[in-house]
């Protein structure tokens, strides 16, 4: 009781930074080199940004569908994004051109990369998920799809790459993804997939609920999660498996402790949040919605364990230890005298510089 007293929970209806993405968003996603920042949305266009000046630098065009889901690959080598239709466009991370456009399923379709980045799995509507091979140069399919009851709506690699959890409309699907056989079948709807970075638990959401589950036994760990939340959304857990995040339906964003599932913080969104994602070094989340907006929060101090680690030692624990789903860090690396050092950031595609709503100095 003295904890909660002393640490209230925090409400902020003003945002550390908040960009202008001029499409609804659907995705956001921060590349390795932490310069960059990706956007996916439902005007068809996925955008690049530069952090430290707070512009949008390049805009690359699929094929004109409201865009859906997006992964990047570990080393950032690949940014992947769907559209409504079933196809998948394939741009690489560092030159912004366009490598892959194939239709993987007749509808819409989730998206995640393997740890080691050798492979894409996608999921859709129509009952099935496909692996396919980055290794070629025609992404070629590996094997035959794995078949499901019901519409997939997300597909999401554990951490060591050795399973693949699969949210369908009544069910998760969790399969071995060498074998491809099924290790078990749980009897739980979901909209959305997270697992904890050590892998050791996997969180399922969607309508109003968040359940998680013992990986080791495959069984519900304590109650279900009740939450305001929408039938489509994304929610994050944090670098060090401390903290979730998720967007509510009345334009909140609300940050769990994990162990104890006590709210440590409400943020006012400016619309309905669709997406929302933990910087690197867990200090800030990043939030996308409706309104064609990005906010930026900032995470409350008290919310980080004593023994966490902090900084640059979370940001090599993260890099070696969890593949790049919808991960953001909006800073530079710390200098000896313990200030942000901001890094430049150059590109040939320079469109009419977008830039945030306000900027803010870097911390």
Same mark, same amino acid.
Request: proline share 4%; aromatic share 8%; charged share 25%.
């Given at each position: 009781?003295?904890?909660?007293?002393?640490?209230?929970?925090?409400? &902020? #209806?003003? $945002?550390?930074?908040? @960009?202008?993405?001029?499409?609804?968003?659907?995705?956001?996603?921060?590349?390795?080199?932490?310069?960059?920042?990706?956007?996916?949305?439902?005007?068809?266009?996925?955008?690049?940004?530069?952090?430290?000046?707070?512009?949008?630098?390049?805009?690359?065009?699929?094929? /004109?569908?409201?865009?859906?889901?997006?992964?990047?690959?570990?080393?950032?080598?690949?940014?992947?994004? *769907?559209?409504?239709?079933?196809?998948?466009?394939?741009?690489?991370?560092?030159?912004?051109?366009?490598?892959?456009?194939?239709?993987?399923?007749?509808?819409?379709? #989730?998206?995640?990369?393997?740890?080691?980045?050798?492979?894409?799995?996608? /999921?859709?509507?129509?009952?099935?998920?496909?692996?396919? *091979?980055?290794?070629?140069?025609?992404?070629?399919?590996?094997?035959?799809?794995?078949?499901?009851?019901?519409?997939? +709506?997300?597909?999401?690699?554990? $951490?060591?790459?050795?399973?693949?959890?699969?949210?369908? #409309?009544?069910?998760?699907?969790?399969? +071995?993804?060498? !074998?491809?056989?099924?290790?078990?079948?749980?009897?739980?709807?979901?909209?959305?997939?997270?697992?904890?970075?050590? /892998?050791?638990?996997?969180?399922?959401?969607?309508?109003?609920?968040?359940?998680? =589950?013992?990986?080791?036994?495959?069984?519900?760990?304590?109650?279900?999660?009740?939450? &305001?939340?929408?039938?489509?959304?994304? @929610?994050?857990?944090?670098?060090? /498996?401390?903290?979730?995040?998720? $967007?509510?339906?009345? &334009?909140?964003?609300?940050?769990?402790?994990?162990?104890?599932?006590?709210?440590?913080?409400?943020?006012?969104? *400016?619309?309905?949040?669709?997406?929302?994602? @933990?910087?690197?070094?867990?200090?800030?989340?990043?939030?996308?919605?409706?309104?064609?907006?990005?906010?930026? =929060?900032?995470? $409350?101090?008290?919310?980080?364990?004593?023994?966490?680690?902090?900084?640059?030692?979370?940001?090599?624990?993260?890099?070696?230890?969890?593949?790049?789903?919808?991960?953001?860090?909006?800073?530079? #690396?710390? !200098?000896?005298?313990?200030?942000?050092?901001?890094?430049?950031?150059?590109?040939?595609?320079?469109?009419?510089?977008?830039?945030? *709503? @306000?900027?803010?100095?870097?911390?």
């Amino acid at each position: 009781m003295k904890a909660e007293a002393e640490h209230p929970i925090i409400r &902020n #209806s003003k $945002p550390v930074r908040m @960009f202008d993405n001029l499409g609804e968003i659907v995705a956001v996603a921060v590349l390795p080199d932490r310069r960059r920042m990706a956007t996916s949305s439902k005007d068809g266009m996925l955008r690049l940004w530069d952090l430290k000046k707070g512009v949008m630098v390049k805009e690359m065009e699929g094929r /004109g569908e409201a865009m859906r889901d997006m992964a990047l690959s570990r080393d950032g080598k690949f940014i992947a994004a *769907s559209d409504e239709s079933g196809y998948v466009n394939v741009w690489h991370g560092d030159t912004g051109r366009l490598t892959q456009a194939f239709r993987a399923h007749s509808c819409v379709c #989730s998206l995640d990369f393997s740890p080691n980045g050798t492979t894409l799995a996608t /999921g859709a509507y129509g009952h099935e998920v496909k692996l396919w *091979s980055t290794l070629t140069d025609t992404w070629q399919l590996q094997g035959k799809k794995i078949n499901c009851e019901y519409d997939v +709506n997300c597909v999401r690699y554990s $951490p060591s790459g050795e399973l693949l959890a699969i949210a369908t #409309s009544y069910t998760i699907d969790i399969r +071995n993804t060498t !074998t491809k056989q099924r290790i078990i079948n749980l009897d739980f709807g979901s909209a959305s997939l997270v697992w904890t970075p050590d /892998g050791t638990r996997l969180l399922s959401g969607g309508g109003v609920t968040i359940q998680e =589950w013992d990986s080791a036994t495959w069984k519900p760990v304590g109650d279900i999660w009740k939450g &305001n939340t929408g039938d489509r959304w994304h @929610f994050a857990v944090n670098c060090n /498996g401390t903290l979730v995040a998720s $967007p509510t339906t009345d &334009n909140h964003v609300r940050i769990w402790r994990l162990s104890d599932r006590r709210t440590i913080a409400i943020f006012q969104h *400016s619309d309905f949040p669709c997406c929302v994602t @933990f910087s690197v070094d867990d200090k800030h989340i990043l939030a996308g919605g409706k309104d064609k907006k990005i906010s930026e =929060w900032a995470v $409350p101090d008290h919310a980080w364990p004593e023994d966490a680690p902090k900084d640059q030692e979370v940001h090599q624990v993260c890099c070696d230890s969890t593949s790049i789903h919808l991960s953001s860090h909006l800073f530079g #690396s710390k !200098t000896q005298d313990g200030d942000t050092e901001a890094h430049d950031f150059d590109t040939e595609s320079k469109p009419s510089e977008t830039k945030a *709503s @306000f900027h803010v100095r870097v911390l």
